[in-house]
């Protein structure tokens, strides 16, 4: 597909959405990024700064829940790459706070993106829409739908796979005029452009920093957020893309985790978690302990111990002729980042892994 208007990118100041923006503007295109406000514009130095952005990006402000708040920003643009959603575990309100601005953030785009006459929108979703929950008996792939989780249960999950199923709905019955392509994530890490937290990235800090009294039985599949932006620009270039792609590449139990880390010289200064809880006794013992924490954290907790999702991303590497960066590569290059953005300090008896 060749791109000659700008591509339209939703929530550009976002984890996954900054490294689109970079990935397009590097490839020559001319994009346009919404954002909440313009107010301050050393706020998106990060993305105004980038090579080819004085020349070829624009930012202008649209609000996720209110209609119409999209049009201008795809006014004139065939491809609208929509990123926007709340990413948060635990909410007060898991209807208002994640479900509502999900859907209806969705909603919006599309509908601003129909009237504009694009050619193409590429959704991003997440493995959330397909499973919020591992099965011993099944391998996961894009023909399966999250179907049990709710406002109780893992709600975050229960926002994307609402938000998705909205988009799909959307098509069928409105006929937009465009193709949807939708890319299901995992676990995002990596590198961050901007200076905010991701929240995958915290998982690491929270490791390193002691958060965790052992080592639990918890396994993720990690998805560099490289190949996660590449994957976006890929299903927008390539004219046979459709459906769904699940974006994931290796999986990695905590115990595998922690060992990369601390091969890495990050058990010198830091607080890794030593007792090794990954059998019965310490699921139940972590089950337990479930019940004591926020709403959002124990549903993941009771749903997720003891198990590891199994998944299958032919259909993205064949399709798409996607490769994955080995998830060890991407551990260590998301903790480095905590460090050059100030969210970890770096101890004095601890070393750089190329230093170990």
Known sequence: MEIETPVCVTG??????????RELLERGYRVRGTVRSLADPDKYRYLTSLPGAAERLELVEAELTTEGSFDEAVKGCRVVIHTASPYVIDVEDPQRDLVDPAVSGTLNVL???????????????????ISDEPRDDHVFTEADWNERSSLTRNPYYFSKAEAERAAWRFVEEQSPGFDLVVINPYM??????????????????????????????LSWGFVDVRD??????????????SGRYLCAGEEMDMKTLVGVLKEAG?????????????????????????YTQPKGTGSYLRTHLGKRMRYDNAKIRRELGM???????????????????????RPAGATRPAEA
Do not use: W
């Open 12 to 21: 550009a100041s976002g984890f996954i959405a900054a490294h689109i923006v």
């Open 111 to 129: 509908r601003s993106a129909k009237d504009a006459g694009a050619q193409r929108v590429v959704l991003t979703s997440s493995m959330a829409a």
């Open 188 to 217: 995002v890490l990596g590198p961050s452009l901007g200076p905010s937290l991701n929240t995958t990235n915290q998982l690491f800090r929270d490791i390193l920093q002691g958060v965790y009294p052992g080592i639990m039985s």
């Open 228 to 241: 996660v932006a590449r994957a976006h620009v890929l299903a927008m270039e390539t004219d046979e893309a």
């Open 266 to 290: 990050y058990d010198r200064g830091f607080q890794l978690p030593r007792m090794d809880l990954a059998c019965s006794v310490g699921d139940f013992a972590a089950r337990l302990m479930s």
């Open 323 to 345: 490769e994955f960066r080995p998830a060890k590569d991407a551990v260590l290059d998301a903790v480095e980042d905590l460090f050059r953005h100030g969210h970890l300090e």
